[in-house]
């Protein structure tokens, strides 16, 4: 996942308060993704009444933040094809290097798993046709076509796709785009995203079916890439201080609580949820000082936002069902009351994915930063971008 400066992003005070972790991230950030895959784990692991819309914000607050970084980025990789230092082609070139090096290891690896338990069993909604779409990134076209099937556990892989399938349109647009014009191309594909939503409702589409459209999903990211456009807006003081970061906050866990349960309402009116999380992060990257960022900084939430992208794949495999096998099979019957079951798969989750960071993820970062250091580290490209040019900050 893409990784910034956290004291230079939307550079309007220095963040004195708040100390710089080891991967340069923003502070506050980790404790966004943490808040969201634990909303998409809670809408997937219980059965609360309208568990799903919880999960359904979860997704749209990655969405907007992984528009803001990667918008951020290109726009300062075009940036430096527009003073002469780099070709739009090798700014390419160096931006789906990192991105793979990102995304594609464990994506891939946990699909090689499935294939190769597929040759002693099966599993629901992974057949060969079914594999190979997952394998070319076009789960959510698919469950768009078939909005009604049985998945098994590879529901979440939707998502994924429609990330990839972004960065493959959105990075072109902008490298060979003067950089001058990123609001303009996002209002356009928020507004494109929009009118599809519209247009879907209209004509009574299946709410699944809605729920994955690649345009639709495309205007979320976009509402990230146009909160990166705004870094020369000179905010109010009212605007980012921190009880108006609290109450951004506490509205994203409370949307899907309130309105979650009107479903018809719900349809049409919950992708715009992603508004609130535009604004929360810019709140987020405009003031670092605050509780609000101190909160979102602790080590828990952190550590989990840090691991989120392997907790959000292997979420859907872990399962208790699955360590009571385990245990019956050492002659041990193990059993849980229902509400401590998911505690232990959330554990059990977060221990795989802090493994898969520290040992496989991570390394595969810094090979990318290496292969591609004529151009900086990710981290700097997008610092730089999210920053004033009058109030750059050094590493």
Not at 228 to 253: D, H
Request: aromatic content about 14%.
């Amino acid at each position: 996942m893409a990784t910034v400066d956290q004291n230079a992003i939307f550079a309007a005070q220095p963040a004195k308060t708040v100390a710089r972790s080891a991967e340069d991230r923003i502070a506050g950030f980790d404790g966004v993704r943490a808040i969201a895959v634990l909303m998409v784990f809670i809408s997937h692991k219980t059965t609360l009444p309208h568990h799903d819309s919880y999960g359904s914000v979860g997704v749209w607050v990655f969405f907007v933040l992984s528009g803001m970084l990667i918008s951020s980025i290109l726009s300062e990789m075009r940036g430096k094809v527009e003073a002469g230092t780099q070709s739009s082609w090798r700014s390419m070139g160096d931006f789906y290097v990192r991105r793979s090096l990102r995304i594609f290891p464990l994506y891939y690896a946990c699909l090689g798993v499935f294939a190769l338990g597929s040759l002693f069993t099966s599993f629901v909604g992974f057949s060969r046709v079914e594999a190979t779409i997952y394998t070319l990134y076009g789960t959510n076209i698919y469950f768009e076509m078939t909005p009604t099937g049985d998945y098994g556990h590879f529901g979440h892989f939707w998502s994924l796709s429609a990330e990839e399938q972004f960065y493959l349109l959105f990075a072109p647009i902008l490298l060979f785009t003067p950089r001058k014009y990123l609001a303009r191309i996002c209002i356009g594909f928020m507004l494109a995203g929009a009118a599809m939503l519209a247009w879907l409702v209209s004509v009574k589409t299946h709410p699944n079916a809605i729920h994955v459209d690649p345009l639709i999903a495309f205007g979320m990211l976009s509402v990230g890439g146009f909160v990166a456009s705004l870094k020369n807006l000179k905010a109010p003081a009212w605007l980012v201080g921190a009880q108006a970061q609290a109450a951004a906050g506490v509205a994203l866990i409370a949307i899907p609580l309130v309105f979650g349960y009107f479903r018809d309402t719900w349809n049409i009116w919950g992708p715009l949820t992603c508004t609130v999380a535009g604004l929360f992060l810019f709140q987020i990257a405009r003031n670092q000082q605050t509780p609000v960022v101190a909160f979102l900084n602790l080590w828990p939430l952190r550590s989990l936002g840090r691991v989120s992208y392997a907790f959000y794949i292997l979420h859907q495999f872990v399962h208790f069902y699955n360590v009571q096998t385990v245990f019956h099979k050492l002659h041990m019957d193990i059993d849980a009351p229902p509400i401590v079951q998911p505690v232990v798969e959330l554990f059990i989750t977060l221990a795989l994915a802090t493994l898969s960071w520290h040992f496989f993820e991570r390394p595969l970062l810094r090979l990318g930063a290496r292969l591609t250091a004529r151009e900086g580290a990710e981290a700097s490209s997008a610092t730089a971008a999210l920053s004033p040019g009058w109030q750059r900050a050094t590493r």
